[in-house]
């Protein structure tokens, strides 16, 4: 898969037990992200989510299709671009 550093993110700690494993709020849950990532990592992240939103003309229906949030914090939004803003400003 071509952006699997966001799909890991989503499905893992965006997933069904996010609020039980990572935290209730997006900014808990990367925190624990950050923790458990070397700086490398988060640098590919970033390049992944850049890359991701310069490939997609209709970026709501691309996510939706290629990603699933099982839990969806209220400080990290539903539009998809609000959640890799969000993403984005808690990795740098």
Known sequence: MR???IDHLTKVYFGQ???IL???TGAEI???YR???TEAELAALRAEIADYLG???DLEAAFARDFSRDYIPEDF???ARQF???VLAAVQ
Do not use: W
């Open 3 to 5: 952006f699997e550093l």
């Open 17 to 19: 037990d996010a609020d």
């Open 22 to 24: 990572f935290g209730e």
């Open 77 to 79: 939004g539903t539009p």
């Open 55 to 57: 490939s997609h003309d």
């Open 30 to 32: 990367m925190a624990s």
């Open 35 to 37: 923790e458990s990532s």
């Open 84 to 86: 890799l803003d969000s």
